[in-house]
């Protein structure tokens, strides 16, 4: 069934079965929003969860598997040597490599973020980081690094742990020649500036290619970052295109 339509809130759980729930719920809604909106490349990108009571292990879409077909029973849970210790699915071994060292190195992250998607990978050749064009990409401005040393697919440890270096302690980075990689303290989050980024590439791209883009100066890109760019923001933006979803898939949410 699709949730009430009430005033969100971050939630709060009483039991570590209940977060564990949430999260995977939100982490197979992000997985079906990211197959609408188009972010799928055969079996190209990946989500990722933190399982709320083993810290070191978290939770992702299995190899091969469409994004839009993707429900909560279907996803692994992996340890931190990389193995699948529930599901029944290979692992995308990129997947356990990027986001592996990402949850080891930031222990403030639930989620990550990493997918193919068409405007974020054309905006990657360029290595540069994304300018506050727009209100949106506001959310970016100085909370975003660029990975400029593409090596080919990320199958090694050593580029894993170079990748979350280089995303520091920021919400995003650009992998060059790659696409866009996203974290956030919820699913939601991750997911959010994932689609968010997105679209500034996109508006980016498209303003230069029409002329010469006027930037939003320094300040007011600071003050509109601190609106726009907040943990709680990422959030609350997430949470229309949830209850959509849902609403419109609700197998989505079978166990």
């Known amino acids: 069934m699709?949730?009430?339509l009430v005033p969100p809130h971050v939630p709060a759980f009483t039991t570590v079965e209940d977060e564990r729930r949430h999260r995977k719920q939100r982490l197979a809604a992000a997985m079906r929003l990211f197959g609408?909106?188009?972010f799928d490349e055969g079996a190209a990108g990946h989500i990722t969860a933190?399982?709320?009571e083993h810290g070191d292990h978290f939770w992702v879409n299995p190899l091969g598997m469409n994004f839009k077909q993707i429900k909560v029973k279907d996803l692994l849970l992996v340890n931190e040597q990389g193995d699948v210790v529930e599901g029944s699915w290979p692992l995308n071994t990129a997947a356990f490599v990027i986001h592996g060292h990402i949850h080891a190195a930031r222990p403030d992250v639930v989620a990550a973020a990493?997918?193919?998607s068409i405007h974020g990978k054309a905006w990657s050749i360029l290595r540069r980081p994304l300018d506050p064009l727009t209100q949106d990409a506001c959310?970016?401005?100085g909370d975003h690094a660029v990975f400029d040393d593409y090596?080919?697919?990320?199958l090694e440890a050593e580029e894993g742990k170079r990748i979350a270096a280089s995303l520091g302690d920021c919400k995003a980075a650009i992998l060059a020649n790659h696409g866009l990689l996203t974290v956030g303290h919820s699913?939601?989050?991750a997911a959010w500036w994932f689609i968010?980024?997105?679209?500034s590439c996109q508006a980016q791209l498209l303003a230069e290619a029409a002329g010469t883009p006027v930037r939003i100066d320094a300040e007011q890109a600071e003050k509109t970052a601190a609106t726009v760019g907040s943990h709680q923001a990422g959030w609350r933006q997430f949470q229309p295109l949830y209850s959509w979803i849902v609403e419109q898939q609700p197998d989505l949410l079978e166990e």
């Open 2 to 4: 699709a949730p009430d």
């Open 36 to 38: 609408h909106f188009g």
């Open 50 to 52: 933190r399982d709320p």
């Open 114 to 116: 990493h997918a193919h």
């Open 139 to 141: 959310a970016f401005h």
């Open 151 to 154: 090596t080919g697919v990320v």
């Open 187 to 189: 699913v939601d989050e």
């Open 196 to 199: 968010t980024m997105e679209r």
